[in-house]
């Protein structure tokens, strides 16, 4: 639980903190390998706290409106465990990190049986898009809609028609995995039907509340904040979180243990969804992005709250 003390703290100081990290922008820049997202202001920066009383506390552009793109795979793993159960699921992903980029496709080819090593990489992530059910992609995308809505309270949630298109008709190096996966038989649907579930999911449009709350929907492991109804098996949450420890944050991730503690997933976008056990959801966008894809800001705001506020788990 949240105590007022510490909430207090958190009220009087995020502001200047805030400030502080945006100077971090300088040191990364939006990404480009999806033309739409470098119109991304580079030093926008915002967060949002959600506890589970409903309170909420807010600072810098929290109502930019961005992609999720990666932090997407974390809800559709969860939706495919419910779909497909455990044993689906580690049929097709493994469970380790890669300690390579978050597009890489050495290891499929190097590491027998071929399945990607764990569900938020991007060739993992295919697999999963592919696992969840529905007899077209338009219901596929239409069920992940619905199920992203109830868990970030936002039946209006959709995604962003221009970032889809642009990642669509750029996506060289998803389309080379996907065809690899096809061709190891990891993949067995259409791989352009697949990939159209993956890009959709990828550019849903959210701010830092609605990450807050679906972070927030993790953080209580799997309920409802406000009726305590259960959203999600408490099982699939442990599995999600685990993976958002040990590969939330791609090859970064061992250094982003150390320095903040959180289980966290980023996007490209320069969205961070980050969770405090028990306790809090933090919703967090910064667009300039370091060389492995976190926002620099944004991790840079991560660590100084948790620091200050001595939330790592660890
Ligand atoms: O497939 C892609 O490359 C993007 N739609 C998502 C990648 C991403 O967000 C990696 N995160 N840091």
């Not at 868990?151 to 750029?170: C, F, M, P, R």
């Not at 791609?250 to 056990?277: C, D, H, M, Q, T």
């Not at 967090?284 to 840079?300: C, Q, R, T």
Request: hydrophobic letters at 40%.
């Amino acid at each position: 639980m949240k105590t007022e003390t510490e909430w207090a703290e958190l009220c009087g100081l995020l502001p200047s903190w805030l400030e502080a990290s945006r100077q971090q922008a300088a040191y990364g820049k939006p990404a480009s390998y999806i033309p739409e997202l470098a119109h991304a202001p580079a030093d926008a920066l915002g967060v949002t706290i959600m506890a589970p009383d409903g309170q909420k506390i807010s600072a810098g552009e929290c109502g930019h409106a961005f992609t999720l793109q990666s932090i997407s795979k974390v809800f559709t793993l969860l939706l495919a465990l419910m779909d497909q159960g455990e044993e689906g699921v580690f049929r097709k992903v493994g469970m380790e990190p890669t300690g390579d980029d978050f597009n890489s496709m050495l290891k499929l080819e190097l590491v027998e049986p071929g399945i990607p090593f764990n569900p938020l990489i991007n060739a993992g992530a295919i697999v999963i898009s592919s696992l969840i059910r529905g007899k077209t992609p338009e219901e596929k995308t239409e069920r992940i809609l619905t199920f992203f809505r109830t868990i970030a309270g936002d039946a209006s949630l959709t995604y962003n028609q221009a970032v889809y298109a642009s990642e669509s008709a750029t996506a060289h190096r998803n389309r080379s995995l996907a065809y690899f996966l096809k061709d190891n038989r990891v993949l067995e649907e259409d791989v352009e039907e697949v990939l159209d579930v993956y890009f959709k999911h990828c550019s849903i449009e959210v701010n830092c509340h609605h990450i807050a709350r679906m972070a927030l929907v993790l953080a209580l492991n799997g309920k409802e904040p406000d009726t305590g109804r259960e959203l999600i098996p408490r099982r699939y949450v442990q599995i999600a979180k685990s993976f958002m420890i040990t590969c939330g944050m791609y090859n970064a991730s061992g250094e982003f243990a150390i320095r903040v503690g959180l289980p966290a997933k980023s996007g490209v976008a320069g969205g961070i969804l980050a969770l405090v056990p028990g306790k809090y959801g933090i919703g967090v966008v910064g667009p300039a992005l370091n060389d492995k894809g976190n926002s620099v800001a944004g991790v840079h705001l991560l660590q100084t709250m948790s620091e200050a506020c001595d939330w790592s788990i660890f």
